[in-house]
């Protein structure tokens, strides 16, 4: 491998080279013992005229090929969801083609390993009024999906969030949504890093009150609810609520901070995992949790634990723009031929983020092709200026 200028975080320029080829097999290397969903990213066309900023053009077909590449490691994946820039450059009818697109491959490779984002993205929080606007805008994606085959995962409303006047109006939303559900759902608790129009949903900042709302909601409908996935960063919120959680209903960690610790689990339980760093580990993560289902803790973190601090860098605040080291290591590996992205969010993370996601990426051994990687990161550094 040829030698790289990388920017270091001070702004100094210093000699590197990826190392070896990732160790990680591209293919299911043995089962899984924890429910493990990734949630993936959409590829753009960068071909299509149009205006980046505000009109989402999908390169369908390495799309779905990167679904079949998260299937064949043995994931399920999490479609249309936040890492899919759902609300954040991918509009509801982009989201709605490809949860069916998507949805129809799974049927096509003869498995079910797939949930799609059920929200009320259509209805802007502007013109939202009452409740009943929430619901109804739910009502009709609920139906789109169910229509289209795939289970749901019903995702935090921007909407609800606005027009909620106390918890109440949680417990009457969810109520409502989760009695009509033809079957389970996995409930999503997206923290305000992750998207400040999220702020104090359940009707309240206080954590462990937000919790208890939730646990409510489950308990009054506890077979209409397959899990929980929370995405707050904290791990002991996700271990204390974990433990409360009724018997059947999953914990899915949403924490890319401490995923490896609570997929592990403790004496008293483990969590199962929808993760959007799933997407960019993915052949590590497939193989620590075959080690995990072996019972080989040593193996699991040895694979695991070195995606954490990448993982860490990715979703550092602002962690709503993760997604951009999400879709830069998909490109760097060789899944798209470009580092373009729905909404022009390849913008949105500096050259020294990204450098420093390179350094971490090669780290943890996740670098598929070092001599392609390297073609591919000179690019983008001369891009910004740097020879």
Same mark, same amino acid.
């Given at each position: 491998?040829?030698?790289?200028?990388?920017?270091?975080?001070?702004?100094?320029?210093?000699?590197?080279?990826?190392?070896?080829?990732?160790? /990680?097999?591209?293919?299911?290397?043995?089962?899984?013992?924890?429910?493990?969903?990734?949630?993936?990213?959409?590829?753009?066309?960068?071909?299509?005229?149009?205006?980046?900023?505000?009109? @989402?053009?999908?390169? $369908?077909?390495?799309?779905?090929?990167?679904?079949?590449?998260? $299937?064949?490691?043995?994931?399920?994946?999490?479609?249309?969801?936040?890492?899919?820039?759902?609300?954040? !450059?991918?509009?509801?009818?982009?989201?709605?083609?490809?949860?069916?697109?998507?949805?129809?491959?799974?049927?096509?490779?003869?498995?079910?390993?797939?949930?799609?984002?059920?929200?009320?993205?259509?209805?802007?929080?502007?013109?939202?009024?009452?409740?009943?606007?929430?619901?109804?805008?739910?009502?009709?994606?609920?139906?789109?999906?169910?229509?289209?085959? @795939?289970?749901?995962?019903?995702?935090?409303?921007?909407?609800?969030?606005?027009?909620?006047?106390?918890?109440?109006?949680?417990?009457?939303?969810?109520?409502?949504?989760?009695?009509?559900?033809?079957?389970?759902?996995?409930?999503?608790?997206?923290? =305000?890093?992750?998207?400040?129009?999220?702020?104090?949903?359940?009707?309240?900042?206080?954590?462990?009150?937000?919790?208890?709302?939730?646990?409510?909601?489950?308990?009054?409908?506890?077979?209409?609810?397959?899990?929980?996935?929370?995405?707050?960063?904290?791990?002991? $919120?996700?271990?204390?609520?974990?433990?409360?959680?009724?018997?059947?209903?999953?914990?899915?960690?949403?924490?890319?901070?401490?995923?490896?610790?609570?997929?592990? &689990?403790?004496?008293?339980?483990?969590?199962?995992?929808?993760?959007?760093?799933?997407?960019?580990?993915?052949?590590?993560?497939? =193989?620590?949790?075959?080690?995990?289902?072996?019972?080989?803790?040593?193996?699991?973190?040895?694979?695991?634990?070195?995606?954490?601090?990448?993982?860490?860098?990715?979703?550092? =605040?602002?962690?709503?723009?993760?997604?951009?080291?999400?879709?830069?290591?998909? $490109?760097?590996?060789?899944?798209?031929?470009? /580092?373009?992205?729905?909404?022009?969010?390849?913008?949105?993370?500096?050259?020294?983020?990204?450098?420093?996601?390179?350094?971490?990426?090669?780290?943890? &051994?996740?670098?598929?092709?070092?001599?392609?990687?390297?073609?591919?990161?000179?690019?983008?550094?001369?891009?910004? !200026?740097?020879?």
């Amino acid at each position: 491998m040829s030698e790289l200028q990388l920017p270091t975080a001070d702004g100094i320029l210093e000699p590197f080279r990826f190392g070896d080829a990732s160790p /990680f097999p591209a293919t299911a290397d043995g089962v899984f013992n924890r429910v493990s969903f990734a949630a993936a990213h959409v590829v753009s066309d960068p071909l299509t005229d149009n205006d980046p900023w505000l009109d @989402a053009a999908i390169d $369908w077909d390495t799309t779905i090929a990167y679904r079949r590449h998260l $299937w064949g490691l043995g994931f399920s994946v999490a479609e249309a969801m936040d890492t899919a820039q759902r609300g954040m !450059g991918l509009d509801w009818p982009n989201a709605l083609e490809l949860i069916r697109r998507a949805t129809d491959a799974a049927k096509a490779d003869g498995h079910r390993k797939l949930a799609a984002g059920v929200g009320t993205d259509h209805l802007d929080p502007t013109n939202a009024r009452t409740v009943n606007d929430v619901i109804a805008a739910y009502e009709t994606q609920m139906e789109a999906v169910e229509a289209a085959g @795939a289970p749901i995962i019903l995702m935090a409303s921007r909407a609800l969030a606005k027009v909620a006047k106390s918890a109440d109006d949680y417990r009457t939303v969810y109520g409502r949504l989760l009695g009509q559900a033809r079957e389970p759902v996995i409930l999503h608790w997206l923290g =305000a890093m992750f998207d400040p129009a999220l702020a104090g949903y359940w009707g309240t900042d206080d954590i462990p009150t937000a919790m208890a709302i939730a646990l409510d909601v489950i308990a009054a409908h506890p077979d209409k609810v397959d899990g929980i996935k929370i995405s707050l960063l904290e791990e002991r $919120w996700e271990v204390e609520m974990r433990r409360q959680l009724p018997v059947g209903v999953r914990m899915y960690t949403g924490d890319d901070f401490n995923f490896a610790d609570l997929i592990f &689990g403790d004496e008293q339980g483990h969590s199962d995992a929808l993760l959007g760093i799933f997407d960019a580990i993915a052949p590590a993560a497939a =193989a620590a949790l075959a080690k995990l289902a072996a019972d080989d803790e040593a193996g699991f973190r040895a694979a695991l634990e070195p995606t954490v601090p990448l993982s860490r860098l990715i979703f550092e =605040a602002p962690t709503r723009f993760y997604k951009t080291g999400i879709v830069f290591l998909a $490109w760097l590996n060789g899944h798209q031929d470009h /580092f373009t992205m729905v909404g022009g969010q390849e913008s949105a993370r500096s050259v020294i983020h990204l450098s420093a996601v390179a350094r971490l990426a090669d780290a943890a &051994g996740l670098i598929v092709d070092p001599d392609a990687a390297t073609a591919r990161l000179k690019t983008y550094l001369a891009l910004h !200026g740097i020879a």
